[in-house]
């Protein structure tokens, strides 16, 4: 492989010296990318309560839910994105997102913008807050609640 990636990039004696580096610095890279990604969204935030957090496009959306459990689901399996307000209010909106190995369906306030982020790839993570009607204000949106279920699994 060493030598395909020689052959590749023009290596030649002099520059030898140097692919060790470069393995190097892509492997810390790498490293960096994947510690960052195991970090609880609320690292970055200064506020707990953020329903979801943003920035440059990343392969996976992470998922918290109250109870402790945690999804990192790959961008390149999602299938498709359904935004419809929950029946029987126009306050709540209902996102659907299914990917190849799960069905995600997250409940809250406001959760247009959060779509928008979706089909940029820059959401980086989806925290449910639990947020009641009486306890969201404000232009952010909220996530009430988050199911995450195999794909095809029964309801």
């Not at 993570?125 to 404000?138: D, I, N, Q, V």
Request: net charge positive; charged share 20%; glycine share 8%.
């Amino acid at each position: 492989m060493a030598t395909l990636i020689q052959k590749f990039c023009g290596v030649t004696a002099k520059s030898k010296s140097t692919i060790g580096f470069h393995y190097f610095l892509i492997f810390e890279l790498l490293r960096f990318h994947i510690f960052a990604m195991m970090l609880p969204c609320n690292m970055a935030d200064k506020s707990i309560r953020e329903s979801y957090t943003t920035g440059e496009p990343v392969a996976f959306l992470r998922i918290e839910q109250k109870r402790g459990e945690l999804h990192l689901l790959p961008y390149g399996s999602l299938i498709s994105v359904h935004l419809a307000p929950e029946s029987g209010s126009d306050k709540h909106d209902q996102l659907e997102l299914a990917f190849a190995s799960h069905d995600v369906i997250v409940t809250g306030f406001k959760l247009a913008e959060i779509a928008g982020e979706l089909q940029k790839t820059t959401c980086h993570c989806l925290r449910e807050t639990g947020a009641a009607g009486a306890e969201f204000s404000g232009d952010k949106p909220a996530i009430r609640s988050i199911t995450v279920k195999k794909a095809g699994a029964k309801a």
